[in-house]
């Protein structure tokens, strides 16, 4: 769903009153629902499926389980029970494939140690496939899309493009090498980045996902009161994505992102397919972290330290006028046209 209609669908509905142990839920479009529970402690729970982004279905197995588990280490959580989604067509795919759809999944799930407890099928005339996630978190260290202050530094964990380039690949425009990158990012658990950020005092995370690096960042910078200044490179980018978006390839969502979330921006002198790619759909992508200044450098070698690809994008400000606003060039002064 579009970010407008998932707003005006949810306005539409009269909310009940909202139990005290509720700690986060839809209202502040957070990554996660979280449900005090125990002393000190809170339940982190999503769920996320989806059709699928890549053709070897092992390796979309991995992607849709580490794209479910995104959400609870936005959270700051740790993942510890599962339960599978798998919507099948009566024909077209094979059960060996379903059987490796299945396996990659386990696979992942194994790798972030958390239980498949059961889940659930549905004849649907398209494939989809992912999961319902509950994770476990210190409330004290809770990583909410609400906690980011001025000063704070920003970090993204993985490198964007993840859209433009699937929607490449399914137009047969991608080589293997790059398949392969892709691939092996998307299926890449935030797991590693998620703990180094709780480590270092990290006070707000959202992974990038549907709604692009914009529509999450602003959805940041608005539940959190401030506004975040973003200096734009292709360093941000998987090799080629860039290449693809001058070429005018761009997955349906793309445009939506934009539409919706433009006016939140002020994109300065930011090219367009540089800027086109910030509001490409992810799946299964990375971070977005606001740390404090004084832990910022620690916090960047840290990730290093633990083989996370990182790069620094820029500095929570006080609340503007727009909640993301754009400079071109490094240290350069927001240029306007
Ligand atoms: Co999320
Ligand atoms: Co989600």
Redesign the pocket.
């Known amino acids: 769903m579009g970010p407008g209609d998932l707003r005006s669908a949810l306005s539409g509905v009269k909310q009940p009153r909202r139990d005290r142990r509720v700690l986060v839920d839809h209202t502040t479009l957070d990554?996660?629902g979280v449900y005090a529970y125990g002393r000190g402690e809170c339940l982190v729970q999503?769920?996320?499926f989806f059709t699928p982004v890549v053709d070897d279905p092992y390796d979309f197995g991995q992607i849709a389980a580490a794209?479910?588990l995104?959400?609870v280490y936005a959270m700051g959580g740790r993942p510890i029970t599962s339960l599978a989604l798998l919507c099948l067509p009566d024909a077209g795919v094979p059960p060996e494939a379903v059987v490796e759809i299945l396996r990659g999944g386990q696979d992942k799930m194994s790798e972030a140690g958390a239980s498949i407890l059961g889940g659930h099928t549905v004849r649907d005339p398209e494939l989809k496939f992912g999961y319902a996630v509950t994770g476990v978190a210190s409330r004290r260290k809770l990583l909410t899309n609400a906690g980011a202050r001025p000063g704070d530094r920003l970090f993204l964990t993985k490198p964007l493009g993840t859209g433009v380039l699937s929607t490449a690949l399914k137009q047969g425009k991608l080589g293997s090498a790059t398949l392969k990158r892709l691939t092996r990012g998307m299926a890449t658990l935030n797991r590693v980045a998620s703990e180094v950020a709780v480590e270092f005092g990290a006070r707000a995370a959202t992974?990038i996902?549907?709604y692009g690096l914009l529509g999450h960042a602003s959805q940041l910078a608005d539940a959190s009161g401030v506004t975040l200044r973003l200096r734009p490179s292709v360093e941000w980018l998987l090799p080629r994505a860039l290449e693809c978006a001058r070429d005018g390839i761009a997955p349906g969502g793309l445009a939506k992102n934009r539409d919706f979330y433009a006016p939140k921006v002020e994109s300065g002198g930011i090219a367009s397919a540089l800027l086109d790619t910030l509001f490409d759909p992810q799946t299964s992508g990375g971070l977005l972290v606001a740390v404090p200044a004084r832990r910022a450098r620690a916090f960047e070698a840290a990730l290093r330290r633990r083989r996370v690809w990182s790069v620094a994008v820029g500095e929570v400000v006080g609340r503007g006028e727009r909640s993301i606003v754009l400079e071109t060039g490094a240290g350069g002064s927001g240029a306007r046209p």
């Open positions: 990554d996660a999503t769920v996320d794209n479910a995104s959400d992974d996902t549907g």
